[in-house]
């Protein structure tokens, strides 16, 4: 049977207080639940969840890593910090790191590979803005930004990676793209993990959807054959719409 991969990314939100009491009540409310679970807290809450999260089902996640080590790097928080702190899994190449902060997959892939060399997970997202798509040019979109961003990185490394599949349109949005649709894109992803790797490659790869997920669209979603867990932003930011989620069987 899949086990999912149910992954909540707080974003620039909560203080270390509230990231406490959050993550507190996770970890008692999911202790039961069998899916891979993932909470990203924001960096200032990443020392305080761990130790909240010591014991628990619950992975320890960033939000972003800088692409080097260590040195004259002024805002950046380096891999080496995170592991030190705990964290287990990074998510990497957001679409509001693309869009907002102009991160390219160069630096993206760069981060990937850093992240892979001291054995974090890391969540590759992809995602095509609503322009793109209406333009015609999804598949163009994924298909760079997987091969850019998983440049360099071998078969044996790719056991770590996640894939997660955002379109930019669904974002904060509200709006979710139809099972249909994402399960399309996934199995779009595949297809160019196939002609990267191999199709057993492709077959294990884990896929998550993000764009809106809610309690009340995750069964629908996580039915789908190439769905393979969820990132979440906004709904992930409370007990009450988490929780649910991540217990949607
Ligand atoms: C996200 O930030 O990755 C995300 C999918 O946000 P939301 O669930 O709020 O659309």
Same mark, same amino acid.
């Given at each position: 049977?899949?086990?999912?991969?149910?992954?909540?990314?707080?974003?620039?939100? &909560?203080?270390?207080?509230?990231?406490? !009491?959050?993550?507190?009540?996770?970890?008692?409310?999911?202790?039961?639940?069998?899916?891979?679970?993932?909470?990203?807290?924001?960096?200032?809450?990443? #020392? @305080?969840?761990?130790?909240?999260?010591?014991? @628990?089902?619950?992975?320890?996640?960033?939000?972003?890593?800088?692409?080097?080590?260590?040195?004259?790097?002024?805002?950046?928080?380096?891999?080496?910090?995170?592991?030190?702190?705990?964290?287990?899994?990074?998510?990497?190449?957001?679409?509001?790191?693309?869009?907002?902060?102009?991160?390219?997959?160069?630096?993206?892939?760069?981060?990937?590979?850093?992240?892979?060399?001291?054995?974090?997970?890391?969540?590759?997202?992809?995602? !095509?803005?609503?322009?793109?798509? !209406?333009?015609?040019?999804?598949?163009?979109?994924?298909?760079?930004?997987?091969?850019?961003?998983?440049?360099?990185?071998?078969? @044996?490394?790719?056991?770590?990676?996640?894939?997660?599949?955002?379109?930019?349109?669904?974002?904060?949005?509200?709006?979710?793209?139809?099972?249909?649709?994402?399960?399309?894109?996934?199995?779009?992803?595949?297809?160019?993990?196939?002609?990267?790797?191999? @199709?057993?490659?492709?077959?294990?790869?884990?896929?998550? #959807?993000?764009?809106?997920?809610?309690?009340?669209?995750?069964?629908?979603?996580?039915?789908? &054959?190439?769905?393979?867990?969820?990132?979440?932003?906004?709904?992930?930011?409370?007990?009450?719409?988490?929780?649910?989620?991540?217990?949607?069987?």
């Amino acid at each position: 049977m899949k086990r999912y991969f149910i992954a909540g990314n707080w974003k620039m939100h &909560k203080t270390i207080p509230e990231a406490i !009491e959050l993550a507190s009540e996770l970890k008692e409310r999911l202790a039961d639940c069998k899916e891979k679970l993932m909470i990203a807290p924001p960096f200032t809450a990443l #020392y @305080s969840v761990a130790q909240v999260l010591k014991g @628990s089902n619950i992975l320890l996640g960033a939000q972003n890593m800088g692409p080097e080590e260590s040195g004259a790097h002024t805002g950046e928080i380096s891999v080496i910090m995170l592991k030190d702190i705990g964290v287990r899994v990074v998510i990497l190449g957001h679409s509001e790191r693309r869009h907002t902060y102009g991160e390219s997959d160069a630096l993206i892939n760069a981060k990937v590979k850093l992240a892979l060399k001291h054995d974090l997970e890391a969540i590759l997202c992809v995602g !095509e803005t609503l322009e793109e798509r !209406e333009r015609g040019v999804l598949e163009n979109v994924i298909r760079r930004q997987l091969t850019e961003g998983l440049r360099g990185v071998d078969t @044996s490394m790719l056991a770590n990676v996640t894939i997660a599949y955002e379109p930019v349109w669904a974002i904060g949005t509200g709006k979710t793209a139809t099972p249909e649709d994402a399960d399309a894109v996934h199995a779009f992803c595949r297809q160019v993990i196939a002609e990267l790797y191999s @199709s057993d490659m492709a077959k294990n790869i884990v896929i998550q #959807y993000g764009g809106s997920v809610k309690p009340e669209n995750t069964a629908t979603l996580m039915a789908k &054959k190439n769905i393979d867990g969820a990132l979440v932003g906004g709904a992930s930011l409370k007990a009450e719409s988490f929780v649910p989620i991540a217990k949607f069987l």
